[in-house]
């Protein structure tokens, strides 16, 4: 007999099944706990809550262990492509030669924008925050390729899945080339997937552009790192706008909403701001430190903790080694890199952190990569969505395949009672 839970309430106990993945995580199944009991659940920010079961990432928060359908992050990051990556997380395995050709074949077919994007594009402010402009095209991709929003229909969900996939790195491009005040270009069919993005992102009008390694491997590595993190903030947002049939544009539109924010994604521009501001003020890390720990001030050391992780990010520490490794190569001596180094060095050792189990997380370390590379600090976010775009699309995707009911939490009702008028 499977294992149940057993809750007693107004005398009578009632039982509940006791689920478990396959690696031996377990959690008790209340579907039926209101209809039995009437009782709801209260757990704010959802801490001890699975919103669904997802055969795509498995994540050990106290091991600091992160898998990608079954691949660790360790070996992904140092032996495969991101276009790998993204097939892998969206497909459920690793591409055969003539799956990966068709794929890019496919992406390269629909790698273009309709021109009247560029209008779109036109009309926001030179100061427009990146994320709000890609957040607004990749909703206006909606109008522009109408089938899209057809969810129940698996020809038009693969090709919604290669128009994004293939769109996308183009409207990142356009958002940084806006900034830049650049003119707007395409991809070269000659060039793979993250070659077509460092072309797209850098190339200056008056110069030929040849990928460099350094850089190539460099994005693909934190794109990579970046491809999925299981239920977080944003991959939950895109589950939960795509579980009302809204079609993929506009839940992944909605996601990258989600990842401005500086707790989530938006922590990795926050982090080179405040790395730039103990500098300015004179480098004086244990100042912030303090900062950090006094309850009565907001300041928090921004790239540091984890919701799940309770021991290193394992992505923080493969994109520290990273960011030794591109500047070195580069020849870049950035002395914020120092500062962090100082702040991770004494956090691990501060009974404040050590005793909330706080680490650096994976924004800690990747926006001095960003800046080495010459990514404007407001892009880093976007930069994040890029990378995050295919476990974006394989949440929604497994969503839709398990046909999830249309998520609507409940409350507990804390207003007035009735008033007559
Ligand atoms: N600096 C100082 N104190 C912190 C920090 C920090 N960065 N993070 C957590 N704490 C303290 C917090 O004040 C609380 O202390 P106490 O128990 O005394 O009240 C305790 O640690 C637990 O924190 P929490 O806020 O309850 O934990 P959470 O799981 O709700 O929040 C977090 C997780 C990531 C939002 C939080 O650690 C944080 O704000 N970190 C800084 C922002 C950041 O780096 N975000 C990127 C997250 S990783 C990438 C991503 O998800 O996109």
């Known amino acids: 007999m499977s294992e149940t839970v057993k809750l007693t309430y107004n005398n009578t106990t009632y039982e509940f099944p006791l689920i478990e993945g396959t690696e031996n995580e377990k959690g008790i199944d209340i579907k039926t706990l209101r209809a039995l009991t009437g009782l709801i659940t209260y757990d704010p920010g959802y801490k001890n809550t699975g919103s669904c079961q997802s055969s795509i990432t498995f994540l050990n928060g106290e091991e600091?262990?992160?898998?990608?359908?079954?691949?660790?992050?360790?070996?992904?990051?140092?032996?495969?492509?991101?276009?790998?990556?993204?097939?892998?997380?969206?497909?459920?395995?690793?591409?055969?030669?003539?799956?990966?050709?068709?794929?890019?074949?496919?992406?390269?077919?629909?790698?273009?924008?309709?021109?009247?994007?560029?209008?779109?594009?036109?009309?926001?402010?030179?100061?427009?925050?990146p994320m709000g402009v890609l957040s607004s095209l990749t909703s206006a991709l909606i109008a522009f390729n109408p089938s899209s929003v057809d969810v129940d229909s698996e020809e038009d969900m693969r090709e919604a899945i290669i128009i994004l996939m293939a769109k996308f790195p183009i409207l990142v491009s356009w958002a940084l080339r806006k900034v830049k005040g650049l003119p707007l270009n395409y991809s070269n069919p000659t060039l793979n997937y993250v070659e077509n993005i460092a072309q797209m992102m850098f190339k200056q009008p008056h110069q030929d552009y040849v990928p460099s390694k350094v850089v190539v491997d460099a994005l693909n590595k934190l794109l990579i790192l970046h491809a999925d993190h299981e239920q977080n903030c944003s991959t939950s947002t895109v589950r939960i706008v795509g579980s009302s049939h809204a079609g993929l544009f506009a839940s992944v539109s909605a996601g990258i909403s989600a990842l401005w924010g500086p707790l989530h994604g938006g922590a990795n521009q926050a982090v080179i701001e405040m790395l730039e501001a103990i500098q300015k003020d004179g480098g004086d890390t244990k100042k912030y430190m303090a900062k950090a720990k006094d309850k009565e001030d907001p300041f928090r050391l921004m790239g540091f903790g984890h919701r799940v992780y309770k021991n290193f990010d394992p992505r923080a520490r493969i994109i520290k080694k990273a960011a030794d490794e591109v500047l070195q190569e580069l020849g870049i001596n950035d002395p914020i890199l120092e500062i962090a180094k100082g702040l991770e060095k004494e956090a691990l050792n501060d009974p404040y952190f050590v005793e909330r189990k706080l680490y650096p997380n994976v924004d800690f370390y990747s926006g001095i990569i960003y800046r080495a590379l010459g990514i404007p600090t407001e892009m880093f976010t976007v930069m994040f969505a890029l990378g995050r775009l295919p476990g974006w699309i394989a949440q929604w995707l497994e969503m839709r395949k398990n046909n999830e009911p249309i998520g609507r939490p409940r409350q507990i009702y804390t207003g007035e009672n009735h008033r007559a008028l």
């Open 64 to 129: 600091g262990v992160l898998r990608y359908r079954g691949y660790s992050i360790e070996d992904l990051s140092e032996k495969s492509s991101f276009i790998e990556v993204a097939f892998l997380l969206i497909f459920g395995s690793l591409p055969t030669p003539e799956e990966i050709e068709k794929f890019n074949r496919e992406i390269s077919q629909s790698s273009i924008v309709d021109e009247d994007v560029k209008t779109i594009l036109k009309s926001f402010p030179k100061s427009a925050h």
